[in-house]
């Protein structure tokens, strides 16, 4: 739409609808497989994409699929490189990273995890190294997709990361800059009139336990959607207790980079009340953490966890059957707890006995 010059219908959802069909028409046959999409991604995205738009829709749904598979790969030498497996493991590493479930359905269906995984990975990056802003643009990358912006602005407020912060807002705001000049100031006002729409996605779409991943949808799916208010606390009381887990890590005085980074995404995926299957892309990062500080302190950080984060997203297709719910949500919860255990201080203990 941007690509045409229809831009100023680009929030218009009934209009959107229909070009959504004039590309791929519907038919009874394809109808269940079709339900009508919302715009839902703030404008920017809509202006990067606008340029190889322009290629007919087949060649363009290829050229998806190819930055896709670059960007995952990219993603994924960087994880091998962190990992640092031995030379007869590093094949099955890059098996165990590539076979990813939640990787597989993201190159599927074209999706921008890899993006988000790399945005995290290089904000990660450059705070080790004390460059707190340059991480926060990075970060700002997040605001392509607004509820991972969100939860991150709340990781950076329990972290106390204020010049992280203020790199990402100077990073949104410079978008929001270039999207106004090119696009109109407009854009960004019907963007966040039709932003209402969010809270009535878990009305809208109805997805299968293999792809539903947040507490919210979990819960309506089993206590049933005219419970609604019902779902939306317990979902909020999933996020209070993840996010009061992840601030005792953040404040612990022994904590390190890879317990508090994991500790971040946990918390980050957890709180956020719209995640699908191949969102848990990010997951490869807190797993490679807890490998890596197992390898390290064998005695201090079980395998466990990150055995349990990946078997069980690997068990998503057979959720639709057995139990009816996603398994992952619980696994995240498990591992923050593990990680909340391994960051408090020991305690010495002391004989009584004389010596």
Not at 148 to 171: E, I, K, P, Y
């Amino acid at each position: 739409m941007v690509a045409n010059g229809e831009s100023q219908h680009l929030y218009d959802h009934e209009f959107f609808t229909q070009k959504q069909y004039e590309l791929h028409p519907l038919t009874d046959a394809n109808r269940d497989q079709n339900p009508p999409y919302f715009s839902l991604y703030p404008p920017t995205l809509a202006l990067v994409v606008s340029l190889p738009a322009r290629l007919p829709y087949d060649l363009f749904v290829c050229c998806g699929w190819l930055w896709t598979v670059g960007g995952y790969v990219f993603v994924a030498r960087w994880i091998i490189r962190d990992l640092g497996p031995p030379a007869e493991w590093r094949l099955a590493s890059w098996l165990g990273v590539l076979g990813f479930h939640s990787a597989i359905v993201m190159l599927w269906h074209c999706q921008f995890s890899w993006l988000w995984t790399l945005s995290f990975m290089a904000c990660f990056r450059w705070r080790r190294s004390g460059q707190d802003f340059t991480a926060g643009l990075w970060l700002s990358l997040l605001t392509l997709k607004p509820q991972f912006a969100a939860a991150a602005v709340l990781w950076l407020l329990l972290r106390q990361s204020w010049r992280t912060l203020v790199g990402l807002l100077v990073g949104f705001m410079s978008q929001a800059a270039v999207v106004a000049i090119v696009l109109g100031p407009s854009i960004w006002r019907d963007y966040f009139v039709g932003a209402s729409i969010y809270s009535r996605l878990s009305s809208l779409y109805q997805f299968d336990p293999e792809y539903q991943q947040a507490f919210l949808g979990i819960f309506q799916g089993l206590i049933g959607g005219e419970q609604i208010w019902l779902c939306r606390g317990l979902s909020l009381l999933a996020s209070i207790f993840a996010s009061w887990g992840a601030f005792r890590i953040f404040r612990s005085p022994i904590v390190n980079h890879r317990i508090e980074e994991s500790a971040a995404i946990l918390m980050i995926l957890l709180v956020i009340p719209h995640l699908l299957i191949y969102d848990l892309t990010l997951l490869m990062i807190p797993m490679v953490h807890v490998l890596v500080m197992h390898c390290q302190s064998p005695g201090d950080v079980p395998v466990w966890p990150a055995a349990l984060l990946y078997g069980l997203t690997m068990l998503a297709p057979l959720y639709r059957t057995v139990p009816g719910f996603s398994l992952v949500p619980l696994a995240m919860f498990a591992t923050l707890y593990i990680l909340m255990r391994v960051s408090q201080p020991r305690e010495l203990t002391t004989s009584s006995e004389p010596s």
